[in-house]
C-alpha cells in the first residue's frame, strides 16, 4: 500500500505504480475497478501502459490509497516528459539525414550565422529555429513553401527540394528585415526603364541604385549565396499585401541568366499573387508549379522588356551573328551584349559555347 509520496527518480508508465498496488492489495484488475468506480478496461490500460491517468483517476487514486493528488500527476508528468524527450532524441537522429543534404558551408563561411565546428545536433536544432520548422524532414515536402500540385517527392528529388526550400526560408528571413514602402505598382512601371537601363553598369554600381528603387516600390531585394543542389535562380514572396521579397542568387551568375531573372521575378511582382510563392530554377520536372500560364507570362514579360520584340525580329530577319553584329545591335537598344548572346542561344541562332566573352559572370557578394 502506498503510504508516502513517491519520490523515485526511476522513469516509468504509472501503470506499473498501479500494478503493485493490486499486488499489495492482494486483488485483481477487476476489483481495484470496482473499489475506484471505474470500468475494468480503464484499469488494465493503465496497467498495460496503454493509456495515461486521467484527472478524474488521479482524484480516485490519491482518495483510496490516501496520497496527495500531486503524486499521481507527478509520476504521469515524469513519464510524459521522458516520453517526449525520447521522441526529440529520435527525430535528431532522423533529422541527420536531411541535414547531410545541406551543404554547411552556405551557413557556416557565406551566411555565417553557423559556428564552425558545432555538433550535428545544435545544426539541427538551430535550422529547425531558423526555419520555423518542427523538424528538418519539412524540408522534404515540395509544397512547404511553393504551391505545387503534389507534395511528395522521390528519392532523386528531395536532395534538391531539400535545398531550394532551405534556400527559399532563408532569402524570407532576410527580406522580413529590410524596411520598405508599400507596394506601388504604378511606380515600379516607373522605374523599369531605368532598372533596364543598369545591364551596361558594374554590379557594385547598380545594386544600391537598384534596392533602393525596389524598397521604395514596397520590395524587399534579397541577394543570396548558391547552396549547392538548390538549382535556384530567383524567388518572389509576399510578406503581405503590401509587401513583396524578391531573392536573385549570387552564384557568380552570367549577365543575361541574373537580368532575365530580375525581370522574369518582377513580372510575378506586378501579378500580385500574394497567397502564392515563385521560383526561377533549372527546371528538369523537381518542382510542378501550379499556374504554367503565369510562368510562361513572367518568360515573355523579362524577355520582351530586356529586348523589345520588333527589333529582335528585325536582328534576326538579317541573319548576322556576328561579333560585330552583335555588340552593334547591343549598343543600338541600350543592353549588355551578353543578355543579346544568351537569346540567341536560347532560340538555337547560336551554340551555347559561342561568345562566351561576351556574357559577363557577375561576381556578387551577397
Known amino acids: 500500500m502506498i503510504k508516502n509520496e513517491y519520490k523515485s527518480s526511476i522513469l516509468i508508465h504509472p501503470g506499473v505504480h498501479i500494478r503493485n498496488i493490486i499486488e499489495d492489495m492482494e486483488i485483481n484488475q477487476e476489483e481495484l475497478a470496482k473499489r475506484l468506480g471505474v470500468?475494468?478496461?480503464?484499469?488494465?490500460?493503465?496497467?498495460?501502459?496503454?493509456?495515461?491517468?486521467?484527472?478524474?483517476?488521479?482524484?480516485?487514486?490519491?482518495?483510496?490509497?490516501?496520497?496527495?493528488?500531486?503524486?499521481?500527476?507527478?509520476?504521469?508528468?515524469?513519464?510524459?516528459?521522458?516520453?517526449?524527450?525520447?521522441?526529440?532524441?529520435?527525430?535528431?537522429?532522423?533529422?541527420?539525414?536531411?541535414?547531410?543534404?545541406?551543404?554547411?558551408?552556405?551557413?557556416?563561411?557565406?551566411?555565417?550565422?553557423?559556428?564552425?565546428?558545432?555538433?550535428?545536433?545544435k545544426k539541427i536544432e538551430f535550422l529547425r529555429t531558423y526555419f520555423g520548422i518542427s523538424s528538418l524532414q519539412q524540408l522534404k515536402s515540395k509544397d512547404l513553401l511553393v504551391n505545387c500540385r503534389k507534395s511528395d517527392c522521390t528519392p532523386n528529388e528531395v536532395k534538391n527540394i531539400v535545398p531550394i526550400n532551405a534556400w527559399v526560408q532563408t532569402a524570407i528571413n532576410f527580406g522580413k528585415d529590410i524596411q520598405t514602402h508599400s507596394y506601388n505598382s504604378a511606380l515600379l512601371k516607373s522605374y523599369l526603364p531605368e532598372i533596364r537601363s543598369m545591364t551596361k553598369q558594374e554590379p557594385t554600381i547598380f545594386l544600391p541604385r537598384l534596392t533602393d528603387i525596389l524598397k521604395e516600390c514596397g520590395i524587399a531585394f534579397v541577394v543570396l549565396p548558391h547552396l549547392k543542389n538548390s538549382k535556384i535562380n530567383g524567388a518572389v514572396r509576399w510578406v503581405c499585401p503590401e509587401k513583396a521579397i524578391l531573392a536573385i542568387n549570387a552564384r557568380g551568375a552570367y549577365a543575361d541568366l541574373f537580368w532575365f531573372t530580375l525581370f522574369h521575378e518582377l513580372k510575378h511582382v506586378f501579378q500580385h499573387k500574394t497567397k502564392d510563392t515563385f521560383l526561377n530554377y533549372f527546371s528538369d520536372g523537381i518542382l510542378d508549379a501550379v499556374n504554367q500560364a503565369l510562368e510562361k507570362e513572367a518568360d515573355e514579360f523579362s524577355q520582351q522588356t530586356l529586348i523589345p520584340p520588333s527589333k529582335y525580329l528585325d536582328f534576326i530577319l538579317v541573319n548576322n551573328f556576328s561579333r560585330n553584329a552583335i555588340v552593334s545591335f547591343s549598343s543600338s537598344i541600350n543592353i549588355h551584349p551578353g543578355i543579346v548572346v544568351g537569346r540567341l542561344q536560347h532560340d538555337s541562332h547560336l551554340r551555347f559555347n559561342q561568345y562566351l566573352s561576351l556574357k559577363e559572370r557577375y561576381a556578387i557578394v551577397a
Not at 521522441?87 to 557556416?108: G, H, P, T
Open 39 to 121: 470500468t475494468p478496461k480503464t484499469v488494465s490500460e493503465i496497467v498495460n501502459g496503454k493509456a495515461n491517468i486521467s484527472n478524474e483517476m488521479t482524484q480516485k487514486l490519491a482518495t483510496m490509497l490516501g496520497t496527495s493528488v500531486g503524486v499521481w500527476i507527478n509520476l504521469q508528468k515524469a513519464y510524459d516528459e521522458k516520453i517526449i524527450e525520447q521522441k526529440i532524441q529520435d527525430e535528431l537522429e532522423n533529422d541527420k539525414e536531411v541535414l547531410a543534404l545541406l551543404d554547411m558551408n552556405f551557413f557556416i563561411k557565406s551566411l555565417k550565422i553557423i559556428e564552425k565546428g558545432l555538433h550535428k545536433h
